[in-house]
């Protein structure tokens, strides 16, 4: 019996490390080096350290400039744009592009000149990402508090005349009164259901396309592709990506229908951007397992795919906790894209217009994909040639009457 127990136990070993199956040994501690490799990197403080929040400002008046000052030079928030007119809320906010509005009401210098109890400020956060805005409203709290602290305390030295009269327009105390955009109940559903019904979903593409080359090769169809052009290969994914929007719309309309998911725009024009993350997913694959010869090999690679987009796209983790160059590097990755046009969409309803942009840039990325492949094709498509055309000579060497 024990020898048995031997046998199966080194079986699983040979198989491992025989190249026909994933080959876990290589694979288990690339997951572990490369996620303590990403995360140290990319959660090197695990706070919004620089929550970019947009001021629209209708006093425009001497102390509300110095408070929107004060607001930028303070840590953990910059202000990134200051508008004196009303604009929509939902512009500012789009593409990720700010994490919240502050809007400072007409009258604050006014009010506070005429010594009024209170004066409140509102601040619009963007939580179609839950994680994003806790730390940056409470910092905004604080600063307002201190700032209101300091000016009751003033107000005191006033009374005893210790200060110029002037001085009143700068002690009145300030109230922050936060409105929860998007998902006010901070419904579990918004944002962990919608992100992992993605989630899932390209793991199983992926492990899917990562093994369509180690496939071809083994099933002796990989001839058949360096002979035709590239995009032969690249159709071979479509009827995994149809199958993949179909599958993520169903189940998406069915959560909407029962409301248990917002979806503010028009699902028509988001319906693309689910076509396109499946290509982008396929076409990445293709090029990660290019080289494998096993269909267990590409399946191996997965830890380099999916789950880079799904930590950096702002899915559950804010955008705003991870460094600049990690904003830029994030977009190399598919799913990343497919949950900013997610949020833009369906918590934001941004109409197509606005997208059109977006779309744009997904398109040159989608292009990048092919031309990389093309390239890969091509100089595996003349290697092969080669190969062909040498065993032609030596066979013809070796049988010189044929």
Known sequence: MMNKYRQAIFEEFEAMMGGHFIPYHIAAFMMAILTTLIFSLIMTHATVFEGKIAVIDLDATNYSTSLVESLNTSSYVEITEVYHTPLPVDKLLEHDRNIGVLYIPKGLEKAISRSDLTFNIGYLADYSNLAQNGQALSNLQKIINEIAAQ??????????????????????????????????????????????????????????????????????????????????????????????????TLVTSAIVVFGQLRFSGNYFFHLPSIFMTAMAI????????WTTNQPGEGGSRMILLVPPGFIMGGALMASGTLPDWVNTVKYCFPLTWEFEIWRDFAYRGIGLSSMI??????????????????????????????????????????????
């Open 151 to 248: 000016s009751s305390g003033t107000k005191i030295a006033i009374s005893q005349g210790l200060a110029e009269d002037g001085a009143k327009a700068m002690l009145m105390p300030m109230h922050l009164v936060d409105r929860d955009l998007y998902n006010p109940t901070m419904s579990s559903t918004i944002n962990i259901c919608s992100a992992f019904i993605y989630f899932f979903s390209s793991i199983l593409l992926g492990l899917t396309c990562l093994m369509l080359v180690g496939r071809l090769k083994v099933t002796n169809r990989w001839q058949n592709v360096l002979e035709n052009d590239v995009t032969v290969l690249i159709a071979r994914l479509i009827p995994y990506a149809l199958i993949y929007t179909t599958a993520i």
């Open 282 to 289: 396929g076409m990445m694959a293709l090029i990660f397992s």
């Open 357 to 402: 942009g977006t779309y744009g840039k997904f398109l040159m990325y989608l292009t990048v994909l092919g031309g990389i492949l093309y390239i890969l094709h091509y100089r595996a498509a003349q290697k092969d040639a080669l190969i062909r055309q040498n065993t032609k000579i030596i066979e013809k060497d070796m049988n010189p009457e044929s």
